[in-house]
């Protein structure tokens, strides 16, 4: 290790750095231990409390742990950004700590459309629309809250598929549903607020919570929403600032919310005065009769802010979405997504609009349900097989993945590393979980990104690693019903 | 005021919000007083503490001020959401009051470009070819830090405009500038910390660090750069996480900074280790030979956080633009910008990218350059006359605003006002200042959004508010060479 006394880095800045960097090009592996404090102060000849000092900004930055009496340990290692590429849904394979894609792996991890499916002529049309109609105008500041007769659309969308009520001055218009978390995040978050999350949830929207340090309450999803009792339970102890929900086919479980529960939820929120953030990215890809409705459809009191998504039912690079605002938070909203970026895209926002004007929504919708349906299907059909092994599904009958308990004696993260090594990505359970100490038998195959033919391979891939699994562990292994 | 003491919204939130409607209403105008403690405590009965803990969260919020021993008053308003159209120059006009533009005022107010000098067929050519060249590709996510190709391309452009080196790997693409600060505040600012800006200053770089509870130390700005006195003072006594500054055409004193402030800067930063964060909007727009360079140019030891913004000398409505990033925090960087919108609109970046690659850029500048000197002169021009009221006019030869100080006997609120009366708009300084109860004498007139025949009607109008105050005042009145 090269310590420059000389310089103007502090002694235990240029530990951490030395540290740091072996552990980020991989010399230090996961569970290696780091030297002593004392042995490592008299080798390179500093203070002890250099040392201490080091290890402890090294924690910090979470590239190691100490065990009391033992000694300072490499963690698992963050986000590695050398990833071929990198999406809402991959984002949570990287948390969970990561083989990179190769361009031949099949990927059951990403929930985001391929691009054979976007509308690119209509939508090209509309660009193309919009700069001959508005010229230079199209590259102007919008209104911070967003292009006034994009929000006018906006509103009539929400009547028309969801009969859903919201005056334009109610919509904020955002960069995606990520930007509607961070603003809802500095909006309502101050350090030590307690904010209650389904139990599995969705990474990035913790990431945000996070960044102001509220305190995360997890709530055990049901298979028709969320466990009321421990809710109920919860309220009473923690007086959460808001609560946030994917009513349909939610991310991970893929379940959807009865309407029992929905009106349950929604009276809570009214009678205890928190907020519900309805995060919507598929409400729309029902594949049966049951075409399912947002919380916000329900709610009369203005206590549920809906972000509505279009990176997994539209295009995700477009990066244009939408909040409703309850009247109470509009003028803070509006400052803060001032503060976050000004405003989205004018541009994109036009187009959007002229977009959903000219009428092409509908089609493209039917058009993207028949493609998921025959993949779900599929997905659905190939699993079927992986029963016999004590594998367990759940067909939500909508969304883009497929929620899939294993037998106990499998690990997840196992598995998931097999695969891998196998070239086919999957999501192991644990990086859902607010305590990821548990629940190590779930996994997330989701079909936004493969191809029939990749579902096939991929399936009969996953299979063969549990079967070798389940032969190894033959005969104290009990298939449970 | 009504008060529902069965309410499960806690009673101090309560007379907390009823102050801040009243204000937000306008019923309680800026510089009433708040009714004591006590007296209102015993008027709606309650506890003298829930009053005090009102008063403090009215004072978080920034609707009101307390003052040693005599009392708590209403402050000046934050932004009024009801104006007709917001850009980012006009959010801090909003921020000083406000009276909103009709259609025909003539807006001395804003920084931004107008349609005309946009390339509207250069970028519109581009939009097309990446439309035919990568099909629905340009709709996926990007990488998050930024599609690669167009992250060569800026390097190349760093490299080409202000022979600037900086590697692809430390570029990050965002969402215009204010998300730059966003997410280095994010990145840099916990509750309490200490950080430094020029005063006066950017109000929206105010907003985005108040966001996490900074504290702001402003160091006054001189003609040359800041006053590196008061600097060295400040600097032992607070120990800045960052130093926030414009190095050329500074917002608003539209000052530039020397190269030996520069040099002095620099230094300081190393011995002292903070970052700088520099925010280049004007640097391009130079009208003399003196071109201009950022700091980053002389940025060896990676000190320099470059934020570079294209709004002003662009388009304002594309969104895109990008900061570098220190290697030491470029992980966080990424996690922060994958928290804040994922990624920004890759649409958008492989357009400006390839607009870029054809070498349309430099064409451009020397367009837009041609308008605005045109405009600049007149500006000057006509400003001139006003001198023989004892008006102060500074010429930095560049930018697009000219920072005019009034004989102290003229309050830049009152004429701002004035003129407002007579569909002129213009920036009182306050607006600008860290403390705003001095520096009421001055005005920012900026020339982004005028014609040629604006400039000099609204300059004759201006000059007719201060002739009339002049005159009025005759007799008192002693104009300062």
Redesign the interface.
């Known amino acids: 290790m090269v310590i420059d006394k000389k310089s ?3 002694l235990y800045i240029q530990v951490y ?1 030395n540290f740091r960097d072996k552990i ?1 090009k991989k010399e230090l592996k996961e569970g290696e231990k780091l030297p002593s404090i004392r042995s490592l102060a008299k080798k390179i000849d500093v203070n002890n409390i250099t040392i201490v000092n080091a290890y402890k900004l090294l924690e910090q930055e979470g590239y190691v742990y100490s065990v009391k009496g033992s000694g300072t340990y490499v963690r698992k290692s ?2 590695d ?1 050398d990833m071929p ?4 849904g991959d ?1 949570e394979l990287m948390a969970g700590g990561v083989i990179p894609l190769s361009k031949d792996s099949i990927n059951f991890a990403s929930v ?1 459309p ?3 499916i ?1 509308p ?1 002529e209509e ?2 049309q509309a ?2 629309e919009v ?1 001959d109609r508005d ?11 967003g292009y006034k007769p994009f929000r006018e659309s906006i509103s009539h969308f929400l009547q028309e598929n969801y009969n859903m009520d919201v005056a334009i001055d109610q919509i904020q218009v955002i ?2 549903g ?2 509607g978390l ?1 603003i809802i995040t ?1 909006a309502l978050i101050s ?1 030590g607020d307690c904010i209650f999350v389904e139990n599995p949830t969705y990474s ?1 929207a913790i ?2 919570f996070q ?2 340090g509220a305190k995360i309450i997890g709530i055990p999803m049901l298979k028709d929403g969320l466990d009321l009792e421990i809710l109920h339970k919860h309220i009473k102890r923690y007086r959460p600032k808001f609560l946030y929900m994917m009513t349909n086919y939610q991310n991970p479980t893929t379940y959807s919310y009865s309407p029992e529960v929905k009106e349950e939820v929604i009276k809570l929120s009214r ?3 928190f907020y519900i953030i309805e995060d919507d990215f598929l409400t729309d890809l029902n594949y049966d009769e049951n075409k399912k409705e947002p919380l916000k459809s329900m709610d009369h009191m203005d206590q549920v802010i809906y972000i509505k998504s279009f ?1 997994k039912i539209f ?5 244009i979405g939408f909040m409703t605002v309850p009247k109470k938070l ?2 803070d909203i ?3 997504k ?11 926002q036009r187009a959007f609009d002229l977009y959903l004007r000219k009428g092409y929504w509908k089609e493209h919708i039917e058009n993207i349900k028949k493609v998921y349906t025959k993949k779900y299907n599929t997905m659905v059909r190939e699993l079927e097989r992986l029963k016999r092994y004590g594998v367990k599904l759940y067909k939500p009958n909508g969304g883009l993945s497929l929620w899939i308990k294993l037998p106990k004696d499998i690990d997840s993260i196992e598995l998931y590393n097999e695969c891998g090594e196998n070239d086919v990505v999957i999501v192991p359970g644990k990086v859902f979980f607010i305590d990821d100490s548990i629940y190590s038998n779930y996994i997330r195959l989701s079909f936004g990104a493969v191809s029939e033919e990749e579902i096939k391979k991929g399936i009969e891939i996953i299979e063969n690693c549990i079967r070798k699994r389940y032969k190894e562990e033959d005969n104290r292994f009990i298939p449970f019903v």
């Open positions: 103007n880095t502090p750095e980020e963050n986000y950004i590429f990198v999406d809402g984002i985001s391929t691009p054979e976007f690119i939508f090209k660009l193309m700069l010229k230079g105008n199209a590259f102007l500041y919008p209104e911070i809250n960069s995606g990520q930007q961070d500095k350090q990035g990431a945000a960044s102001r009678r205890h005065d990176s295009m995700p690079g477009v990066r509009f003028k509006i400052k803060i001032h503060t976050t970026d000004i405003s989205s895209s004018g541009f994109l």
